[in-house]
Nanobody
């Protein structure tokens, strides 16, 4: 059974940093695309960062470019989202997601596995 478990969310002041972690179990995603999405109240779920590890392609939403970085530790089967210079508009529930197939995905329907989400709140 595939499971993704996020951690690292919390309350931070504007300008601060957080690092989200996503531990995968049940299978390895070392050659699959994985992404981080977020959903704020009343808004659609959006992709903020994604990476196709087999091809090396990376996607960042314009709103987070230069501030967020997606990375992974294959030995730990863990994907990270480093978030710097956080803004109040980054407040949302953040989800980790993984694709069964290959290729970079940037929309929710392209992903097959989802974590339970972790809340990130940025105060002004």
């Amino acid at each position: 059974q595939v499971q993704l478990v996020e951690s690292g969310g919390g309350l931070v002041q504007a300008g601060g940093s957080l690092r989200l972690s996503c531990v995968a179990s049940g299978r390895t995603f070392s050659r699959s695309a994985m992404g981080w999405f977020r959903q704020a109240p009343g808004k659609e779920r959006e992709c903020v960062a994604a990476k196709d590890w087999s091809a090396g392609n990376t996607y960042y939403a314009d709103s987070v470019k230069g501030r967020f970085t997606i990375s992974r530790d294959n030995a730990k089967n863990t994907v990270y989202l480093q978030m710097n210079s956080l803004k109040p508009e980054d407040t949302a529930v953040y989800y980790c997601a993984a694709r069964s197939g290959y290729g970079l995905g940037t929309v929710p329907y392209q992903y097959d596995y989802w974590g339970q989400g972790t809340q990130v709140t940025v105060s002004s």
